[in-house]
């Protein structure tokens, strides 16, 4: 009787055991294929007075990785001389990436006057964008010009665009090299003009002084000042970089950054088709 009961027990638990799961096998993925896009240039691109930031964070799809390599300070020589074109470079060339753009945007510091970073514009500044184009073609992408970011100063209600000359020499070696180009200084300028210097001056990185403002109210601009009961900055924690927090006519804030940022994305879209579906207006 206690060997048919043991018999009955073990058969019921044998009956209530749970079927093994069938797994089905996973389901192919396509591969992905990413994008690359770096940017190279000044601080009127860097992350932090610059448009680039705002670029990379608000205007670049997942499908592609954003990386603004871009330095305040840097002409087209010294960002050589000093090595960055290289990191760049190696950024260029990683492998895994279906297609890399190297935007780059230089100017402001090869003006006459910048010890150690001035280029002479009749040959120095051509020679190294060339150089920039060659390269980055041998790297296995594609070049990309943005011509510099206008200084928003006026004289008699008339924008100074004192850039010009490199956003013309800038042209013309995109038009010799057959290079893709975004004249952000005819765009930043025009807009600039329409817009007045009051409505400018909003862009800077800080607010500027009643004195600033109302010279600025008579059409022309005067040498730039914060004000000085402007909220004051947090407090940095010990050995963290000090932020740009100054009044201009060059660098810009959160919503210069944001304004432009958009400008460069719309025109990229028109002028390069392929970059389209990576690019959010």
């Not at 402001?108 to 010890?115: L, R």
């Not at 930043?188 to 010279?215: C, H, I, N, W, Y």
Request: proline residues 8%; contains cysteine.
């Amino acid at each position: 009787m206690r060997s048919l009961l043991m018999t009955c027990i073990l058969l019921a638990g044998c009956a209530a055991a749970p079927k093994a799961v069938e797994h089905s096998a996973p389901t192919a993925q396509a591969p992905i294929k990413p994008s690359k896009i770096i940017l190279i240039g000044d601080s009127t691109v860097a992350v932090q007075g610059g448009w680039g930031g705002s670029f990379c964070s608000e205007h670049v799809t997942s499908s592609a990785a954003c990386l603004n390599l871009a330095r305040g300070g840097r002409s087209s020589g010294s960002y050589i001389a000093e090595g960055s074109w290289n990191v760049a470079l190696a950024e260029a060339r990683s492998p895994g990436y279906v297609h890399t753009w190297v935007l780059m945007q230089f100017g402001h510091n090869d003006q006459p006057g910048k010890p150690g970073r001035s280029t002479d514009l009749a040959t120095e500044f051509p020679a190294n964008l060339r150089r920039y184009v060659n390269e980055t073609r041998a790297a296995g992408a594609t070049p990309v010009f943005i011509t510099s970011l206008t200084r928003r100063m006026f004289t008699n209600g008339v924008l100074q665009n004192d850039l010009r000359p490199w956003a013309e020499s800038t042209i013309g070696i995109a038009t010799e090299m057959n290079v893709p180009l975004v004249d952000l200084n005819a765009l930043s300028s025009a807009d600039a003009q329409r817009m007045g210097a009051v409505e400018a001056a909003r862009f800077a990185p800080r607010k500027p002084t009643r004195e600033v403002l109302a010279a600025a109210a008579t059409g022309t601009t005067i040498p730039a000042a914060t004000e000085v009961n402007d909220r004051p900055p947090p407090a940095a924690v010990p050995g963290m970089a000090e932020p740009k927090l100054s009044f201009d006519y060059t660098h810009l804030g959160r919503v210069g950054a944001d304004y432009y940022a958009a400008m460069v994305t719309a025109e990229l879209a028109r002028q390069i088709p392929e970059m389209r579906p990576l690019l959010i207006p």
